[in-house]
């Protein structure tokens, strides 16, 4: 079946602007996260939905960036003002709560942000 | 907070060879531990998730352990082929579908 699919794959902006990146989960998958991989700093959690719950955005690092999950599958992750530092690659994964593969997360191939 | 330390940072092998990839976590209250394989410019892959119960899981060519008591975590790769040079992650689950928290990986190359 389809896997973890995220557009765009690489987004050029101006610093200043804001920028939406787009997750689009395993079908069935009711877990969805979004990490961020800087150069030399490794995946960092950012934010954590679970179906109707609240979500867990204790990992976004400033109040510019924001999370939605519609209808319980996509995921919209919106970056406001963007600064330099926003720059990296910018994963989704998403899993399953239940049956023998649950808590294995799959991850889409990322969305590359570069902050000029 | 959850550290995962990844030893060491970069690997070089010949083909053919076995290796052992080492992973440590500072909090042994773990969940699960995953270990995953990313290749340059791409997302991450998968390869064993072992559940805190277990020592250990196998696929194919790949054996990972979990000493959870002392904070520890091995993959092994028996018989390198240069199709296993990328970037090996290992990641901890402190409960059951949470966000991971990831070490900084080691970057194998197999060398023909």
């Known amino acids: 079946g389809a896997g973890v699919s995220q557009s765009p794959s690489n987004k050029v902006t101006e610093k200043g602007k804001d920028v939406e990146l787009r997750c689009d989960p395993i079908?069935?998958?009711?877990?969805l996260y979004w990490y961020r991989q800087s150069l030399g700093q490794g995946l960092e959690f950012l934010i954590y939905?679970?179906?109707?719950?609240?979500?867990?955005k204790s990992g976004l690092p400033s109040d510019r960036f924001s999370a939605e999950r519609t209808g319980g599958s996509v995921s919209t992750l919106t970056i406001q003002r963007t600064q330099q530092e926003d720059s990296a690659v910018y994963l989704c994964a998403s899993s399953l709560v239940s049956g023998g593969d649950k808590y294995t997360q799959y991850f889409g191939p990322g969305t590359r942000l570069t902050v000029l | 907070k959850q550290e995962v330390t990844q030893i060491p940072a970069a690997l070089s092998v010949p083909e053919g060879e076995n290796l052992v990839l080492n992973c440590s976590f500072t909090d042994s209250a773990i969940y699960n531990l995953q270990w995953f394989r990313q290749d340059p410019g791409k997302g991450l892959t998968s390869l064993l998730l072992i559940q805190s119960s277990q020592r250990e899981q196998t696929s194919g060519r790949l054996n990972a352990s979990l000493d959870k008591s002392s904070g520890r975590s091995t993959l092994y790769i028996a018989a390198s082929q240069p199709g296993d040079s990328a970037t090996y992650l290992c990641a901890v689950g402190n409960s059951g579908n949470t966000p991971l928290v990831f070490g900084k990986g080691t970057r194998l190359s197999v060398i023909a």
């Open positions: 079908s069935g998958h009711t877990a």
């Open positions: 939905f679970q179906g109707n719950s609240a979500p867990d």
